[in-house]
């Protein structure tokens, strides 16, 4: 949902998604959100912060199996940044 309110400019719940993945966060260690955080940012275009969330989901080693065709990460892998990460996480260009 948070990708949804980024794209429809809707901010405020947009903030809302990011408290409540941080309150998941806080209260389960266990918990493999990343990808999530990274999804939400997304939406908002914030790359520098889709990279940094992906590089932590590199390390969950959970959820970026399919970043490489997922309509949802197009714009994310024009950037210079993204080949070099998905190397970074073993997987070939």
Known sequence: M????AKAGQIGKVKQILNKL????RLEKDAAI?????IVYMGL?????????LKR???DRFGFMF???HPLFEDARKDTRFEK????AGFEN
């Open 2 to 5: 948070g990708y949804a309110y």
């Open 22 to 25: 941080e309150e998941r966060e």
């Open 34 to 38: 990343s990808m999530d955080f990274a």
């Open 45 to 53: 275009q914030d790359y520098d912060k889709v990279f940094y969330y």
């Open 57 to 59: 989901a590199t390390v």
């Open 67 to 69: 970043l490489k065709s």
């Open 85 to 88: 990460w998905m190397g970074k």
